[in-house]
Nanobody
Framework: QVQLTESGGGLVQAGGSLRLSCAPS????????MGWYRQVPGKEREFVAS???????EYADSVKGRFAISRDSAKQTVALQMNSLKPEDTAVYYC?????????WGQGTQVTVSS
């Protein structure tokens, strides 16, 4: 059974930091890319950041310079360090694992940034 276990969400004041982690298990194929997306009620899920198997990273313009994605290759876990958080970063954050066959999603973790 495939699981992407997310942790690290919570409530933080504007300007603060949070670190999200995602640990995949049971994925039957090679993970080409892992990433984070976020969603607020009434809006589509949007891309936040990703890291490819070769280490290349990509970020949404709205988080560049504030968020950093990293991975532990041995454990195949991925982390998202979020600094200088803004109220508009409030959302449910979802971990994503992309293989050549299928995309997998975590259950989501709530991040709330108070002003």
């Amino acid at each position: 059974q495939v699981q992407l276990t997310e942790s690290g969400g919570g409530l933080v004041q504007a300007g603060g930091s949070l670190r999200l982690s995602c640990a995949p298990s049971g994925v039957p194929f090679f993970i080409d890319r892992m990433g984070w997306y976020r969603q607020v009620p009434g809006k589509e899920r949007e891309f936040v950041a990703s890291i490819h198997w070769n280490g290349n990273t990509e970020y949404a313009d709205s988080v560049k310079g504030r968020f950093a994605i990293s991975r532990d290759s041995a454990k195949q876990t991925v982390a998202l360090q979020m600094n200088s958080l803004k109220p508009e970063d409030t959302a449910v954050y979802y971990c994503n694992a992309l293989t050549t066959r299928e995309a997998y999603w975590g259950q989501g973790t709530q991040v709330t940034v108070s002003s």
